[in-house]
C-alpha cells in the first residue's frame, strides 16, 4: 500500500475529518472550497475519494434515502486508522521540511 500522499489527497482526507459523520462528496467539495478557494470537479473529488478507498486510508458506507434527495442514499465516507496515520506522518514532513524558512519566504 503506497502511504505517500498527494496534495488533493490531503486535502479530502483533512476535509473527511473535519466533517465526521457529514462527509460525502457534495461536503467533501464545500469544505475544500470554503477553506482554500480551490474549485475542482465532483469527478475529481470521487475519483480521488475512491483511490484512498482502494489503498485503504478510507470507509465508505451508504446512508439511508432521504426524501430531499428523492428517496435516493447519499454514500458516505470517513477517514480510516490508516488514512489518519498517512496524514500524520504527511503533516510531519511538511513541517519538518518548513521548519526555520521563515525568513527565506521573504515578503508576498
Do not use: C
Request: zero cysteines; hydrophobic letters at 35%.
Amino acid at each position: 500500500m503506497d502511504k505517500n500522499l498527494g496534495e488533493l489527497e490531503q486535502l479530502v482526507l483533512f476535509a473527511l475529518l473535519r466533517l465526521g459523520d457529514d462527509a460525502y462528496g457534495v461536503t467533501v467539495h464545500q469544505e475544500i472550497l470554503e477553506r482554500t478557494g480551490r474549485t475542482m470537479s465532483f469527478a475529481t473529488i470521487y475519483t480521488t475519494l475512491s483511490r484512498l478507498e482502494s489503498k485503504g486510508m478510507v470507509d465508505s458506507f451508504v446512508g439511508d434515502p432521504t426524501p430531499e434527495r428523492g428517496g435516493r442514499a447519499k454514500k458516505h465516507f470517513a477517514i480510516s486508522s490508516n488514512g489518519k496515520h498517512a496524514l500524520q506522518q504527511s503533516v510531519r514532513a511538511l513541517r519538518s521540511m518548513s521548519r526555520g524558512l521563515d525568513t527565506k519566504w521573504g515578503t508576498p
